[in-house]
């Protein structure tokens, strides 16, 4: 079983000779050097990334995981948890917000069932089921060590398998009712810090709910003492399976030389876990957005990644990282199609 | 001459009846209501300037207003006063920054000499020259009261141009070596702040350059001293020739129900001067990015804009409104594409 987590050991350094390249090459664009900011130097880690000088546009994806969780028995969302399986339908028919803003980053969009209580088994949806949703993991672990290493895996699979595919920039998101309370666990505890700094009214809870979900987030911890700092323990012991997939499409990702875009607080715990398994996939990621979820920015701070985009999103799917994808596409088309300024003939004053 | 500007009077209220009808049918998407954060207040926005409960996709312009600056000749800016010119042709031979990021959102780009020193006579480079470059301020005013109006009337003219062409949203953006000053000065003017608050580092100015840029902004001011408070005889005592033509462009694009999107500092000028001259235009604003500069900041909480986009962009060229660009696109196609919670058979918990 763990023999197929090999590529975690396969994640390459980015390209420095390519990203100097790149670099170069935007220092002769006609602009002021380093006057594109971010742009530039998301140019530069993708030229890194796909160890191109002069990498041709993304052909992006997004890869949306879904799945149950026991934490739902204990009334952590404002939705009952047959919305998840209600939406990974939505997902598959093209009517939810992320098929929407896939379309308009021209990304293909791959719907994964990791666990939905019921199967979703309709065209269009994956089927890389770990079970029929996580266990209450108030009274014990979520998963058998065995799922966890299962579900990275199969999220190593996928993502490589669309880097055979010829997609170079995954976007990641998520479905699953409960599992903010989930990310919220597996932040508290990846990050050693008190569950009340990381929960947050994910999709609607009022300050009662916050509190609640508090308290269902102590007795998961409580419930699942973690004797070691073993990533794939803590994703065990807390879930859910969406979040172990994403984990691993993280470190498939990067393994495969892809971009990969985060999307915020589920999956920001599926990155907090790839990069304490493979610290060397850190270099692959994007933040796509920064969540109100206050847990998410201590997330960010951990990863040393600065979000692309701020704007109060709070509905996950990959919605924010669907988003972020034309800047990863304007910045790359800035580097292969400006003109510098010898061609154009306009004078540099830097030289 | 004056009369050319009845357009200011002309600019509507949004249409309340529209945003509310779009308010409804965002509450009725598969998604917590509000979850797409600012999305969904850009789509409402857009409904609102539109007048339509669920409008098409818009169809959206660059304009790129370029003129020099008498304050070049005071040495504030790293780049020689010549560059203006080249830009513009680089602009019209599609090389430019702004003409990549214009192709990447889709949208059309028009090139206008608002007053470049030595006429661009090319093809893509409309002529709308109020002179040869504006007068150094600091001896006096920049242009006359009647080269301002006839600027501010030009962008009128271009923007109810452009929508009846069919275009629904314009991105403003600026070229003109020495333009972070004028917009400096015009910032210190009608926000009735020190310079020192507004000037910043333009596209390469080291802490002496901006020093000195302050002292120019002071014998600029003292060179002009304003009795009154019409933004016109501001515009025509500071410059410039493409402020002064951007400020007509938002008036104009209010005016025939466009989107307008602001890009950094310099069309953050204009758009202070435009809001004072007709405050109703204040609503069909959107801002792109944040500049760097310090003065942008202190414009947008003015004007009660959020920037949405903060890349550390400092080209201008309208590089920033035109990567927003698809943040509204996205914002629209969830109106008008999303599926609601009855058609997608999805439980709605707040029902």
Redesign the interface.
Known sequence: MEDELTPIEQIPPLDESAMWAAEQELNH?????G?????ERLAVQYAGIRSLGAPPPPEPAVLVAAADHGYAEEGVS???A??TA??V??FA?G???I???A???GARLVVVDAGVRVPVDVPGVRSVRLGAGTANATAGPAMTREQALRAIAAGIGLARELGADGVTAIALGDMGIGNTTAAAALHASLLGVEPARVCGPG??LDADGVQAKVSVVERALAANPLTGHDPVDTLAALGGFEIALLTGAILGGASERLAVVLDGFIVGAAALAATRLAPAARDYLLAGHLS?EPGHRLALEELGLDP????????GEG?GAA?AL??L??AV??LS???TFD?????D??R
Chains 1, 2 share one sequence.
């Open positions: 664009k006609t602009k002021p050097r006057s594109l900011g971010r742009l404002a939705y009952p047959e919305v209600q939406m339908r939505t028919a009517g939810a917000a098929c929407v803003l379309r308009e980053a999709t609607g109100p692309l985009l701020e704007l109060e999103l709070r509905l919605t988003l034309p800047l596409q304007a088309a800035i199609e400006m003109a061609a154009a003939g306009v004078t004053a830097c």
